[in-house]
């Protein structure tokens, strides 16, 4: 009797065993498909970037050594889809570049010394004389040369980075042309002011701006130059390459400079790809994205200061692959973008 209680309990106990193991399996598969179910959202929603799960597979990183003598690598950013992302400031390449050089806002008095022991200057274009452009954004320059030549433009480069002193030169010529023409010191001064910056107001001495002409027109007496096919050429694909027309036709009352097809300025190509669709100047861009005062005295990016300013040892290489434009810059100068 005792005999047949005790195989009854034991069968009892394997029963509740494996009921007991069956409900813990049941229960495991159940909470495996509610998270499968619920942490993958749905292909149509939008994440909070703006960009739908089923467009995120066309953005991608990728690094490249710049080789520069603090081992210092760049990240890459690209972007292929045509949606714009929220937060894209941060995105922006080169942003030390992006700031005003003009009447009411001048560089450093010493910048000559730290753009060429410091920062640096790189030959861009050689002619019957030797130009030459900040380290950082030399390699722009010249690949944007490089490839317009590839399509059978050629650009003549004509001026690019002068010192303050030679800036004061220039102004002091340039009064004394129009002096020899007839006019009083006070007119021709004021006149010479509308094409010839004072210095340190230059953008040239900040080695940011090239005048970019062609060798069948390099006069700079009348705008002329824009009814050639290298102007043409410029207005399409400077931006790709982070250079804007710095004084476009229609707009001295903004920049305080008479209309310069000729001159481009380096701002880096997320900012210049913005500023080239918004048809903006680069004052009416800083005004629009508040970051100057009333008195047009920029209040953010305020321009390189010697001991803010990391010195580029060595330029980064500019790869461009089909329909695309690459850029690299130290990451200690900000994330570089790829604009399609």
């Known amino acids: ?22 409900l813990i399996l049941l229960l495991f598969l159940l909470i495996v498909f509610i998270v499968s179910r619920f942490d993958k959202p749905p292909e149509d929603e939008v994440s909070d970037t703006g960009i739908t799960a089923a467009d995120s597979k066309t953005i991608g990183t990728a690094s490249n050594s710049v ?40 560089l450093p008095a010493d910048y000559d010394n730290t753009l060429e022991n410091e920062i640096g200057l790189t030959l861009v274009f050689s002619d019957y004389r030797d130009y030459f452009f900040d380290d950082r954004a030399a390699p722009y320059l010249i690949k944007m040369l490089e490839d317009s030549a590839e399509d059978g433009v050629n650009l003549y480069v004509v001026s690019t980075y002068r010192t303050q002193e030679y800036q004061q030169n220039n102004l002091d010529s340039s009064v004394n042309d129009r002096m020899a023409q007839g006019m009083d010191y006070d007119t021709a001064y004021a006149d010479a002011l509308e094409s010839v910056a004072l210095p340190g107001h230059s ?57 310069e097809p000729w001159h481009y300025r380096f701002v880096g190509v997320y900012h210049a790809t913005k500023i080239a669709e918004s048809g903006l100047t680069l004052e009416e861009y800083f005004k629009e994205n508040g970051w100057v005062d009333e008195n047009g005295k920029a209040t953010k990016h305020l321009g390189p200061i010697a001991e803010d300013v990391p010195a580029a040892n060595d330029s980064p290489a500019v790869t461009l692959p089909p329909d695309m434009i690459t850029v690299t810059v130290n990451t200690e100068m900000g994330n570089p973008i790829l604009v399609e």
């Open 203 to 259: 953008e040239h001495n900040a080695g940011l701006a090239a005048d970019i002409m062609t060798p069948s027109y390099t006069s700079m007496e009348d705008d002329g130059f824009k009814n050639t096919e290298e102007y043409e050429w410029l207005s399409k694909n400077a931006a790709k390459y982070g250079f804007i027309l710095r004084y476009p036709e229609g707009k001295q009352n903004v920049t305080g400079i008479i209309y």
């Open 67 to 106: 080789g520069s003598q603090g081992g210092n690598e760049s990240e890459i950013l690209i972007i292929t889809t045509a949606e714009e992302t929220e937060g894209t400031d941060e995105l922006a390449d080169n942003e030390w570049a992006l700031y005003l050089v003009n009447n009411e806002n001048s």
């Open 1 to 22: 009797m005792n005999r047949k209680k005790r195989r009854r309990h034991s069968k009892s106990i394997v029963i509740k065993t494996v009921t007991y193991v069956v």
